[in-house]
DNA sequence: TATGAATGAGTGTTCATTCAT
DNA sequence: AATGAATGAACACTCATTCAT
């Protein structure tokens, strides 16, 4: 694969050009939503879009790049909310809040969330995605704050690795959430979080 | 699909064929662990198996049914370390163990139980699997054992739901630790037994 | 089979897109003629047209829908010239002009019609190709013409039996012709007029 | 192919093997019964015949030639019943009887006798057969017989084009029936007399 | 720039035929 | 002689990608 093959391939300039972009994500997130990876391939998603392939490719270099902006997409998207949940002073809020986001996202679109948390992990991705999701990073900085568990403050390798943890234990969650259809967005939280703070109540190991 | 179009196509009589089928479901797996779920097909399982094509075709009716049979062999294998640890007496050693063979089994082949897990909540398999992998079922039985969370022991919906939610946090904790490339099977237990445990201390919402 | 799995995928709307439709049907045509059942196959067509076989599935969605347009691409070129003859005055006129014209198109592609005809018989096309080919109903209504057997002018089921044995006459004379490598239309019409005629002068089974 | 690929591999000595070919053409015949020609596959003759590939292919060097054999089987068949009638002293009666034969064998098994047809049609096999069938061989001596129109007697080339051109009808007239599923031989029979005789009473054509 | 027609390597699957047992 | 496991060429069909218009 070219270097180049998963970045976009320029950018827009002309206000119909960043449409037809916009369109193009948002139509393979429909198609990602409603007919899974199966149905996700280049020539659906111009139709959707009411665009043709053509374009598609003139904006994204290969079908990877498509799915890399969306997974881009999706993560700014979530990204925006976690900054303001980043803002709030305790560990115990933050964390509060950034569960009760993920599951309304996971939620709000279950197949399109699951299955671009799939493509996030395909080898190809891992390096254009730097080298942790920001997700990690942000919990990680939540470990940090006022009432975060005190072996976690002064460990840094240990609170990233805490801050996996929680990731996983997350998506894992809210990601058969969706899966079995769930559509209690404040059960589904509560429970989630009974694993996370749960799961940061208990002491660290003595090897 | 043709009803049986996921069953084993004919038994092997000869040793032969005992060997044959035996060499292809562990190329399946070799494929599936080195090259993920692309480099997955039918010509490369048979060519790593030294067998051909037709020799895959006479056993498994289609790729499906041999995916379904990989994944039945893993949790064939899974399944009988799980029925001792379903013996142990409390609830809390029969999980404790549940997680530590889950963390083992994970850190063996992270990617084939990654893509094995991926592929068995594939609609066309939930029905050749029975209505809910046991794993769940056998986590449920366990939340019934002396020991248990009181307010899940009484209300089997809710026991149900916290196997679900134990299972995907489980499953979401190893899968990252395998695509991370950890190797430490005890300190991952470890960690997930926090997750595990420190869920069942919290008490139940009060709506 | 999906419904449409028969019908032209899209209508072709650019020149050159028609062009490759075309050449398709034609390609299919000189391969069915030349190569046999045997030898028709998507590639074979594909190369044939000077297309690829991408192209041929971007016009019809299976190889049966190919076949099938095929069929109907002949009767329609057959059908126009029936018209002409069902318009003639009477039984005779008529009969003997589409004895004409089946011995006719018959010898001008024998190998290619005599194919078709056994195409046409396959069950998955008999629902797309309407209620029975339109060749019997055209007989059928020849029967009812001036000068026609009176026993099978009011008898309609009669008449249709009567069609369908004239039809299959027709046809069986005129594949054996074919295939011997007859060339002499007039001969064989004559000879077929024979048994046409002769067939029709003949009363009535007394039971 | 090989030249002798078409001919019985070795003459079966045994008592047993003489009864695994006659099982083989009558399983064969079976399955072209039932499943046509889609189902006719070398796997599903020895599986129908209780023998395995192996003993098909130590009889049978190929498919075509077990399909050859099972041609052959039928025509012989009904060779004997034609013997009779050939016996009978006037062309009338002569092929009144041999028209009686044709619908009622084509009744029996129509989708075998139809099929067979086809296949007897293939080029492969018309060197096989003969330059001609018997049955247009027997048809031309029926045309010899007191009765028979006289402009037939004297000119054989004639005389054998008419045998071809009868031999068509009836074939074709049979296929059609079988085909539509008629059960009535009597009524058959009596409508392809009809075409039979009245071809014969026409006059031959003046050039 | 946009279109959509064209491409063809790649994939799942079948089945006539061979050959070790 | 009989078995049935193994073979692999052949075929229908898909889809990411290119490029003439």
Redesign the interface.
């Known amino acids: 694969m070219s270097p180049s093959a998963l970045h976009v391939r320029k950018a827009p300039r002309q206000r119909r050009a960043v449409h037809t972009v916009d369109a193009l994500l948002e139509a393979a997130a429909l198609v990602l939503e409603a007919d899974g990876l199966e149905g996700f391939n280049t020539n659906a998603v111009a139709r959707r879009a009411g665009a043709s392939v053509g374009s598609l490719y003139q904006y994204f270099p290969s079908k990877d790049a498509l799915t890399l902006a969306l997974v881009l997409r999706e993560k700014r998207k979530f990204h925006e909310a976690l900054v303001a949940a980043q803002a709030l002073p305790t560990c115990r809020e933050a964390l509060a809040s950034l569960v009760d986001l993920s599951a309304r996202q996971q939620l709000t679109r279950p197949n399109l969330a699951r299955l671009l948390d799939?493509e996030e992990?395909?080898?190809e991705f891992r390096a254009a995605l730097g080298d942790g999701s920001n997700f990690r990073l942000v919990l990680s900085a939540m470990l940090s704050k006022p009432g975060a568990p005190t072996h976690l403050c002064d460990d840094e390798p240990r609170r990233h690795?805490?801050a996996?943890?929680l990731?996983?234990?997350?998506?894992?969650?809210t990601?058969?959430?969706g899966?079995?259809g769930e559509r209690d967005v404040y059960?589904l939280a509560?429970?989630i979080?009974?694993?996370v703070?749960?799961?940061?109540?208990?002491p660290p190991?003595q090897m």
């Open positions: 799939q992990a395909r080898p690795l805490a996996d943890d990731a996983a234990m997350i998506r894992g969650m990601d058969a959430a899966e079995r059960d509560y429970r979080g009974a694993a703070f749960g799961y940061l109540a208990v190991r």
